[in-house]
């Protein structure tokens, strides 16, 4: 079954995370994507650690159904040769520094001349314009400087990254939405366009209700750990056998946890009645909660919770959360015969669709394996 994207070629000119991570996604949905490479060594993210054999498991996660090429963006011949695959492609996906583009002769006004429906797709840390647009940025930049890091880890503790590369991923899918859009007018314009994503811009609009806060009431948001910001009781606790996390804040989820907990009567507590209330009383709903789950085993705390309809869930490791019934039923770990590797278990495809689902066909290409392959396809004769 063909994939939304079928037919759709994608140029594929990034590395690290956002980039390949957005043109990952379109070729989830069915888009050939080449993915182009410097020869030797190919992209820096092929000599990172953790690694089987040869293999980096970095590049293994942002990089499933591509085709790989090699060229050399140095030299002018491939620059050319770039230029003529453009000319076929869709869309083109690059990350370099802002500049670098134009300095191969590609730049956008250049790559439009040759083919005006070319959706030109920019993912930098700091944007195309601006002051600081030259800057070189990474996901923990972009963290520290829009604000992330302060507002996450424990009360009073030091500035916190999040456990994963949550804005590069962001950004990956704010440019896949970009492109989709772009590629959405095209159809109604044939007209291409520049799809424009920046790493502190992303990390910046996840920082929730902060900004407008500090902006109206002139109160700068805190790092609270894993307690609800807004409603209290709502946080990690122990059980006997590890720990769980339950939300049990609002109005309408408090009398439920007290019902679980056989504690009604703190419905009544002048410390509890109300959520402003609770949140002014939070370290002392918390211990009560917490005395509780510390006495019941993980799986017990679970079917109690759910049977009073309080939303909790047990807090996994990865061993664990591999492991989940849930998220295999909904195939996200799926495995693709590689040629180097055999068999192995990737993320599945996030996004379902009932008609034209997306799939993973393709393995994370070797270095160059498909050149001749795609320059045949793409540049017929």
């Known amino acids: 079954?063909?994939?939304?994207?079928?037919?759709?070629?994608?140029?594929?000119?990034?590395?690290?995370?956002?980039?390949?991570?957005?043109a990952m996604l379109?070729?989830?949905?069915?888009?050939?994507?080449?993915?182009a490479e410097k020869p030797?060594?190919?992209?820096?993210?092929?000599l990172m650690r953790p690694r089987a054999g040869d293999e980096s498991f970095y590049l293994l996660a942002f990089n499933r159904n591509k085709r790989g090429m090699t060229v050399d963006f140095r030299s002018p011949e491939d620059q050319r040769l770039l230029a003529r695959l453009a000319e076929r492609a869709d869309v083109l996906v690059e990350n370099f520094r802002p500049g670098t583009l134009e300095k191969m002769g590609l730049g956008p006004d250049e790559l439009l001349r040759r083919n005006p429906g070319l959706i030109v797709a920019r993912c930098s840390g700091f944007g195309q314009d601006g002051p600081q647009a030259g800057r070189t940025g990474?996901?923990?930049?972009?963290?520290?400087?829009?604000?992330?890091?302060s507002i996450s880890g424990e009360p009073g503790g030091e500035p916190m990254m999040s456990g994963t590369f949550m804005v590069d991923y962001s950004a990956g899918m704010q440019l896949t939405i970009g492109v989709l859009a772009a590629?959405?007018?095209?159809?109604?314009?044939?007209?291409?366009?520049?799809?424009?994503?920046?790493?502190?811009?992303?990390?910046?609009?996840l920082m929730m209700t902060s900004a407008t806060e500090y902006?109206?009431?002139?109160?700068?948001?805190?790092?609270?750990?894993n307690r609800d910001r807004y409603g209290?009781?709502?946080?990690?606790?122990?059980?006997?056998?590890?720990?769980?996390?339950?939300?049990?804040?609002?109005?309408?989820h408090f009398p439920r946890l007290l019902a679980a907990m056989d504690r009604p009567e703190l419905a009544d507590d002048p410390r509890f009645r109300t959520l402003e209330d609770r949140l002014a009383h939070r370290d002392e709903i918390d211990a009560i909660v917490e005395r509780w789950t510390s006495r019941l085993p993980g799986d017990k705390l679970l079917a109690v919770l759910e049977a009073a309809g309080v939303p909790c869930g047990r807090v996994n490791?990865?061993?664990?959360?591999?492991?989940?019934?849930?998220?295999?039923?909904?195939?996200?770990?799926?495995?693709?015969e590689h040629p180097a590797l055999g068999p192995v278990p990737l993320p599945g495809v996030t996004v379902k669709l009932s008609r034209t689902p997306g799939a993973v066909r393709l393995p994370p290409p070797r270095l160059g394996e498909h050149t001749a392959e795609i320059l045949a396809d793409w540049l017929p004769g």
């Open 26 to 35: 379109l070729g989830d949905l069915g888009a050939d994507v080449v993915k």
């Open 183 to 205: 590629y959405a007018e095209r159809q109604r314009t044939g007209r291409g366009q520049v799809v424009d994503v920046a790493l502190l811009d992303t990390a910046f609009s």
């Open 138 to 149: 990474f996901d923990a930049i972009a963290q520290a400087e829009s604000g992330l890091m």
């Open 215 to 225: 902006l109206m009431q002139g109160r700068e948001t805190g790092a609270v750990g």
């Open 317 to 336: 490791g990865v061993a664990q959360a591999v492991r989940h019934p849930q998220l295999r039923h909904r195939e996200q770990i799926v495995e693709v």
């Open 232 to 252: 209290a009781p709502g946080n990690t606790y122990r059980s006997a056998d590890g720990w769980v996390h339950v939300v049990g804040g609002s109005d309408a």
């Open 40 to 46: 030797g060594t190919g992209e820096e993210a092929r």
């Open 1 to 22: 079954m063909s994939g939304p994207l079928d037919g759709v070629k994608v140029l594929d000119l990034s590395r690290f995370i956002a980039g390949p991570y957005c």
